[in-house]
């Protein structure tokens, strides 16, 4: 069935490293968002894009880079992960019959 | 300013009880959407609902309604005789024109116990 894609599932990183989460829609929907899940904060947006090539920045991009050079893809890339960015990571998409389409997430952490 | 306010955090109540969770929302926009999703235990986010601003019934779908009031900024959600299948956290969201965003309310967390 076409959805959302997210890689990997689980990660774990050390401080510092780099590390990128993968999301891929297959359908052509324009506009991608990246979310991240804390306690008591629900999901916060990090970055979202509405097309390829065109991004933004939502409420908690410190510390992330995106990039979208073909519609289908946008990943999300920690360039030196701290603690602090332990947490689990929504890809989501903008179309579909139900409005928003969401991946399965990412949990991430970083030790 | 665009935001969602889910001032439960926590609900726990016994099964076959009813509850409510409450959702405000604010933005300027004059179009706009709302949503309800589930999250159980198992992470993944699942898709309860969505209206628009220009309607307002309310909506019932077997054991859940919801009801949406513009005059109060409210889009609640109501769970009758709640099962412990209902467990999870739910999620208020706002949508609207700029950029498509989809804006999240901090999330209620009910525990339904048998």
């Known amino acids: 069935d076409a959805g959302i894609t997210q890689s990997p599932r689980y990660k774990i990183t050390e401080t510092g490293r780099q590390v990128t989460l993968m999301c891929h829609q297959t359908?052509?929907?324009?506009?991608m968002f990246w979310y991240r899940q804390d306690l008591g904060h629900g999901l916060r947006l990090i970055y979202y894009?509405?097309?390829?090539?065109?991004?933004d920045k939502g409420e908690v991009p410190d510390g992330y880079v995106v990039s979208r050079s073909k519609t289908e893809n946008f990943p999300l890339t920690l360039e030196s992960a701290t603690r602090s960015q332990t947490s689990v990571y929504f890809c989501?998409?903008?179309?579909?019959?139900?409005?928003?389409?969401f991946g399965s997430g990412t949990r991430l952490t970083v030790v | 300013a665009q935001k969602v306010t889910q001032a439960q955090t926590e609900i726990s109540v016994v099964e076959k009880e009813d509850v409510t969770l409450d959702c405000v929302y604010e933005?300027?926009?004059?179009?706009?959407?709302l949503f309800w999703y589930k999250q159980p235990p198992s992470g993944e986010l699942v898709f309860l609902i969505r209206?628009?601003?220009?309607?307002?019934q309310n909506e019932i779908s077997g054991r859940y309604s919801w009801n949406f009031q513009k005059s109060t900024s409210s889009f609640n959600f109501t769970i009758t005789a709640s099962q412990v299948v209902d467990s999870a956290v739910y999620f208020c969201?706002?949508?609207?024109?700029?950029?498509?965003?989809?804006?999240f309310g901090q999330g209620t967390e009910l525990s339904v116990k048998p």
């Open positions: 989501a998409s903008r179309g579909g019959q139900n409005g928003y389409t």
């Open positions: 359908w052509s929907h324009s506009y």
């Open positions: 894009s509405a097309a390829a090539d065109i991004t």
């Open positions: 933005t300027r926009d004059t179009t706009y959407y």
């Open positions: 209206r628009n601003s220009f309607d307002e």
């Open positions: 969201a706002l949508s609207y024109n700029q950029g498509g965003k989809l804006i």
